[in-house]
Nanobody, 123 residues
């Protein structure tokens, strides 16, 4: 099992930046594919970005391509989401998720979730 704890959310003006972190417990972090999802009020949870175990392949939702960067440090058991040029529509609770064998965009398929961190972008 793995436990995930997100941090780094907050309030930022449009055009600003934030870096989210997701720290994982245990010694097997490098065996998990990781992803960031977000959920805005009244909307379904949607994938933002994902990264495979080695970090060699990443995926981004069209809405964040060119603005967000996902990365991981397996030595620190941490996955990051660098968010630049933030827009009001990026406002949501951001969650990190993990799965041993799945690295896609369907939230239902991920086994482990953090508690979420709120990101609010003001216009």
């Amino acid at each position: 099992q793995v436990q995930l704890v997100e941090s780094g959310g907050g309030l930022v003006q449009a055009g600003g930046s934030l870096r989210l972190s997701c720290a994982a417990s245990g010694r097997t972090f490098s065996t998990y594919h990781m992803a960031w999802f977000r959920q805005a009020p009244g909307k379904e949870r949607e994938v933002v970005a994902s990264i495979i175990r080695s970090g060699g392949i990443t995926y981004y939702a069209d809405s964040v391509k060119g603005r967000f960067t996902i990365s991981r440090d397996n030595a620190k058991n941490t996955v990051y989401l660098q968010m630049n040029s933030l827009k009001p529509e990026d406002t949501a609770v951001y969650y990190c998720a993990a799965h041993r064998d799945y690295s896609g965009s369907v939230a239902y398929n991920y086994d482990y979730w953090g508690q979420g961190t709120q990101v609010t972008v003001s216009s």
